[in-house]
């Protein structure tokens, strides 16, 4: 009888300990799938019809001037949620603009921001300062981008990200008119100017020091302005591409800002071209139009009519085009003095502007995809 039970006893200890020693082994790999659901991400989702509306509001180098009492006043004035907030973080800050970023999230949009290489005074026109392409590709500001970095993975939010926008002119101090231009880089190849491709270098460093730091909340935005400046085949948009596995949307900017021509010509006339140009960089790529609008100026035609057809070209011409970013900005430069773009620039530019995004193709709120 002692015997049995002794059997009975160290059968029944030799389960348990198999059982515990099962958990214990296993223990590991639920920690690890645990781990790993940690590791998935949402980003924001193209939709299949329709196209995102969002907006900058007056959002300069500084985001401090993010505020969301001017979100929600344009919301009130436009009629419509926007789903993407626009605004500046630039490098003469030194800081992740986490505050800004939170507070455009927490109101139920995904911040697009423009991280820009310069330093104050954050005025157009300049040359480069210590934020050039040289310093950046030399490794200068490597701390920097990885402390951005860092505190953007963090944030965990979906962000979109234009670095070094409207390269294509001269308005900027990283503008490639200030870096050799279309000067051949004697490399034989097509695409091969030295201001471009010292560009594409940058463009590249800066992502792909970004993406080391293990950031996958962000969406890259490559973005163009409509019309580069000045012309020539060294500066098509081509030129500058640093490549489709380092960028998420095609961007443009357009607006129509110049007083001898505003809204003297149609919207489609003065997208179709650009339009096309970019699209073709890669056919699976989404594009937005990262700032768009036109001003009111003494004489010009009408603003309202302009805007009410740009929409009608929007929808009917350019199903590429998933987001659109509005200008909702007072301009004053030497170039554009009166340039005035808000939507309430008008009685009637605001009466289109709001009947226009009552239409269910304008998608206010954001929608979001998982990656891992």
């Known amino acids: 009888m002692i015997q049995l039970f002794r059997f009975i006893y160290t059968r029944f200890k030799m389960s348990w300990i198999l059982l515990w020693g099962s958990v214990v082994l296993l223990f590991p790999a639920i920690?690890?799938?645990?781990?790993?659901?940690?590791?998935?991400?949402?980003?924001?989702?193209?939709?299949?019809t329709g196209t995102y509306t969002g907006v900058c509001i007056d959002f300069g180098g500084e985001d401090g001037h993010v505020s969301r009492a001017a979100i929600e006043k344009f919301e009130k004035k436009a009629g419509k949620h926007p789903a993407v907030i626009a605004y500046e973080d630039s490098w003469g800050e030194q800081?992740?603009?986490?505050?800004?970023a939170r507070a455009i999230t927490?109101?139920?949009?995904?911040?697009?921001?423009?991280?820009?290489?310069w330093d104050k005074p954050y005025t157009t026109g300049r040359i480069p300062d210590k934020f050039n392409l040289y310093n950046i590709l030399g490794g200068m500001w490597d701390d920097y981008i990885d402390q951005w970095a860092e505190a953007a993975k963090n944030f965990g939010n979906p962000l979109l990200i234009s670095w070094g926008f409207e390269m294509n002119g001269d308005r900027f101090p990283w503008s490639v008119y200030y870096y050799g231009g279309?000067?051949?880089?004697?490399?034989?190849?097509?695409?091969?100017?030295?201001g471009p491709e010292l560009f594409k270098q940058a463009y590249r460093y800066v992502v792909n020091r970004v993406r080391a730091k293990g950031v996958h909340n962000i969406q890259w935005v490559f973005q163009v302005a409509s019309d580069a400046y000045p012309s020539g085949r060294w500066n098509r948009y081509v030129v500058y591409y640093p490549g489709s596995k380092y960028v998420d949307w095609l961007g443009l900017s357009f607006d129509e800002n110049s007083p001898n021509a505003a809204h003297g010509e149609a919207f489609y006339r003065m997208c179709k071209k650009p339009y096309d140009e970019l699209?073709?960089?890669?056919?699976?790529?989404?594009?937005?139009?990262?700032?768009?609008?036109?001003?009111?100026?003494?004489?010009?035609?009408?603003?309202?009519?302009?805007?009410?057809?740009?929409?009608?070209?929007?929808?009917e011409h350019f199903p590429r085009i998933k987001m659109v970013v509005y200008r909702h900005e007072r301009i004053k430069s030497k170039n554009a003095p009166n340039d005035n773009s808000r939507d309430g620039s008008s009685s009637e530019a605001l009466k289109v502007y709001r009947q226009e995004m009552e239409n269910p193709y304008w998608i206010g709120l954001p929608r979001y995809r998982t990656i891992k």
């Open 182 to 194: 279309g000067q051949n880089d004697f490399t034989q190849k097509a695409s091969g100017y030295f």
């Open 95 to 100: 800081h992740f603009s986490e505050k800004t």
């Open 106 to 117: 927490e109101y139920g949009a995904v911040p697009l921001i423009f991280w820009s290489p």
């Open 279 to 315: 699209r073709k960089l890669d056919p699976s790529k989404p594009v937005m139009i990262a700032r768009w609008g036109t001003g009111i100026y003494p004489g010009a035609k009408n603003k309202s009519l302009w805007l009410q057809k740009a929409f009608a070209d929007l929808k």
């Open 31 to 48: 920690v690890i799938a645990g781990n790993a659901s940690e590791h998935h991400h949402q980003v924001l989702a193209i939709p299949e």
